[in-house]
């Protein structure tokens, strides 16, 4: 099927099933850990071992007492596995060696009977190492940052930035860092191989199930009908597993070896340094406006650093669409860093980039002595700024500024800064613009009817704890009318129909989308089994009916299951429409006045998505990004060694995430609204425009509470103290 003009009205606007807060349906499964995630089958146990220099070669690899240790079945390294190809996704080679391009790059794997034997043995591997100097600080390697190669990812320019800003009677010129950051997901990188034949099947926790079956045919050089990949269910992934990783590929090449399934799982303290990361960025942003408070030049340059043909963090691109200003300017560049590669973190881009800008936002406001949120209304724009002709499809942005303002008691709020206390604890608002551009992806399903009235949907769609299973339940449940209780989900298997994935906040959409075009096709079936016009025909409370004549669905299916498969495809609607998702986020936090201890009191987001297919799931999703996006104002920083270029505190005692103490209060409102433009769902993504703008809304509440204006994340106490209101 092919989506080429704006929805019209159809079967999911019934609303039956679709929109109605439904519990997850995998949730009993995992509640019970009767959910079989990658690493819970039996096999032998490899274990990882990880390069110890961040540059360089390995000279020597002695594995012989690995070998001989108890227990030990194989040990795979660069020299035994043969020649190894290099996927499409990946910067660097998952298996090291003899060239080394990264701390703990992944150089050997030990398997062994039991996970005990397999880390002792690893722990004989003697290896000595040349090493090189590499470059690890982005500070440093500005200057020789170069433009990216990616044509998206080059400079954009309207108009004459320089003339304007210098025009401008009020201006802004102010700089902004964030540092690496890692995606810390619960369950660790994890696989389970077994070899049948010249045939791979590989149980793992990846979100892009047919990207990574294709890097990982391309990097053993097998042909992709030889690999199947299999993950139903995933303990979380948040971009970190987008892409095949080390572990996938040493468990294939382990149990190649060993002649029987092995699993492996990296360890936590490797995975820091052996998976991607966000990176970190320097960001510059210019504004300059008039006395009233419109923009009439806007600027916004990023630096970030990744391998060699690595690609920047796009922390410019929000910047782009959000705010309207007639000259404006973006750049990227990207410097060669030897640090472990960077990649996808929860909303890449808009994450980063909105820590900065928002910042810049209101303080550019407090320059025009204006309220945040009125200054921000004003430059609202119903337009691409850059292509005027093209409108947005949805855009009820301001709508979200004004309901979150009323719902937070912004009137309330004394607007002088370190005016406002509660004991000890200098008590502060703030808020940020929430933005996340609307992604759709291609995306098949395949859809059965069985004589039992059973519709079994199978996708390679995964979920990675968002709620696929569910939403792709009630859409077909919507479309063929039958209650939730009797639709099978089946997904995250390569031998079904290609998906969108789960990642850039296209997964809901585009996934339910799919099914939508699969039960189409089962719906034409089922009618015309029963001697029904196609077009006329509905399906509600387990009945198909047209014209007068009603039969039970069932019927349709009672000489042989019925099966619809199709995919849905996207014309160019996209180039027509800026399809992009909209937010407010509301925080307020009190700092301690003696110690500059930052505390979240309370939160609100309000978001313009579209449709919410599951507005349950929907506010999980946005609460938990919620919640990382206070991870990202005040903890989360993996600090680099810039002598041996590596991330230090690369486990979970040493990379601080918030828990739930840390968050006794959140809200959250998703306004009422459908996006035609975006699919027939007539919905939008929202897991990741639940992090957007979060940090800065936290940034800019402690700047209320204090007066004291930070612009390097993470805002900790040392960078509040000296400054902070005497007592």
């Known amino acids: 099927m092919k989506f080429t003009t704006p929805a019209t009205t159809n079967p999911i606007d019934q609303l039956k099933v679709i929109g109605h807060a439904t519990d997850r349906i995998d949730g009993p499964y995992k509640t019970t850990g009767t959910a079989p995630y990658a690493y819970e089958r039996e ?17 020597s690899m002695d594995i012989n007492d690995a070998r001989r240790a108890p227990g030990v079945l194989t040990v795979v390294t660069a020299d035994s596995a043969g020649k190894l190809g290099k996927g499409k996704f990946n910067t660097a080679k998952l298996l090291g060696g003899p060239e080394i391009q990264h701390y703990h790059q992944a150089i050997a794997l030990v398997v062994a009977e039991t996970f005990e034997q397999a880390r002792a043995a690893a722990q004989l591997v003697r290896v000595q190492y040349s090493k090189e100097q590499g470059a690890y600080d982005l500070a440093k390697a500005r200057e020789s940052a170069k433009q990216p190669k990616e044509k998206e990812n080059q400079d954009k320019q309207v108009g004459d930035f320089n003339t304007a800003f210098n025009a401008a009677p009020v201006r802004l010129d102010a700089s902004y ?8 997901m619960m369950e660790p990188h994890a696989s389970l191989a077994a070899w049948q034949g010249d045939k791979l099947t590989l149980w793992t926790s990846n979100q892009m199930i047919n990207w990574s079956k294709g890097d990982m045919a391309k990097t053993l050089g097998i042909p992709p009908e030889n690999v ?11 971009g970190g597993k987008l892409f095949l990783r080390s572990e996938a590929l040493l468990a294939a090449l382990g149990a190649k070896a ?18 991607t990361h966000r990176p970190a960025t320097i960001q510059r942003i210019r504004i300059g406006a008039s006395r009233e408070g419109k923009i009439s030049a806007i600027a916004h340059e990023s630096w970030s650093g990744d391998l060699p043909d690595g690609k920047p963090e796009t922390a410019v691109q929000q910047t782009q669409l959000l705010y309207a200003g007639p000259h404006r300017m973006t750049k990227m560049r990207l410097a060669v860093l030897d640090l472990p590669e960077g990649n996808a973190m929860r909303a890449p881009g808009e994450a980063p980039g909105l820590m900065a800008l928002e910042i810049a936002i209101d303080e550019m406001a407090e320059k025009l002595k204006m309220d945040p949120i009125t200054f921000r209304i004003i430059n609202d724009t119903t337009v691409d700024p850059a292509q005027r002709d093209r409108k947005f499809s949805t855009r009820r942005f301001v709508d979200c500024l004004r309901l979150g303002a009323q719902r937070f008691g912004w009137d309330k709020r004394n607007p002088q800064p370190g005016k406002t206390r509660d004991g000890r604890w200098l008590i502060g608002i703030g808020m940020a613009s929430a933005f996340r551009n609307n992604l759709v992806q291609k995306s098949a399903a395949r859809v059965r009817l069985d004589a039992q009235g059973t519709v079994t949907v199978e996708t390679d769609m995964t979920d990675i704890g968002t709620g696929s299973y569910t939403i792709i339940a009630q859409t077909a449940a919507e479309m063929m009318g039958v209650p939730l209780k009797q639709v099978v989900v089946r997904l995250g298997d390569s031998d079904f129909p290609i998906s969108a994935g789960s990642g850039g906040q296209w997964g809901g959409n585009s996934s339910t989308a799919g099914v939508y075009a699969a039960c189409v096709k089962l719906r034409e079936l089922a009618a015309q089994k029963l001697g029904l016009d196609p077009v006329l025909a509905e399906f509600a409370h387990g009945e198909v009916r047209a014209e007068g004549r009603s039969f039970p669905l069932t019927q349709a299916a009672a000489n042989g299951e019925l099966v619809g498969e199709d995919a849905m495809e996207y014309g160019d609607l996209d180039k027509k429409f800026q399809q992009s998702t909209f937010g407010a986020h509301f925080v307020e936090v009190g700092v301690d006045a003696a110690t500059g201890e930052t505390r979240v009191r309370r939160m609100l987001a309000v978001c313009a998505a579209g449709r919410i297919l599951n507005p349950k799931s929907a506010r999980s999703q946005v609460i938990g990004a919620m919640t990382m996006g206070v991870g990202a104002a005040l903890m989360e920083d993996l600090v680099v060694d810039r002598r041996a270029g590596f991330f230090v505190n690369h486990d979970l005692a040493g990379y601080e995430v918030p828990v739930h103490a840390d968050i006794p209060h959140q809200e959250v409102i998703f306004l009422d609204e459908t996006d035609p433009v975006s699919s027939p769902m007539k919905a939008k993504g929202v897991g990741e425009l639940g992090i957007c703008g979060v940090a800065a809304a936290v940034a800019n509440a402690i700047y209320h509470a204090t007066g004291v204006r930070v612009r390097d994340y993470p805002i900790t106490l040392d960078k509040l103290i000296a400054k902070m209101p005497e007592i």
Do not use: E, W
């Not at 860092?177 to 810390?184: G, L, V």
């Not at 060993?258 to 998976?275: D, S, Y």
């Open 43 to 59: 096999a032998a146990y490899g274990y990882v071992v990880g390069a110890g220099i961040a540059k360089g070669r390995i000279v």
């Open 228 to 238: 199947r990949l299999v993950s139903p269910y995933i303990g979380g992934g948040f």
């Open 177 to 184: 860092t964030t540092p690496d950051q890692t995606h810390a």
């Open 258 to 275: 060993a002649g029987r399934p092995v699993k492996v799982a990296l360890q936590r303290p490797l995975m820091m340094n052996n998976t």
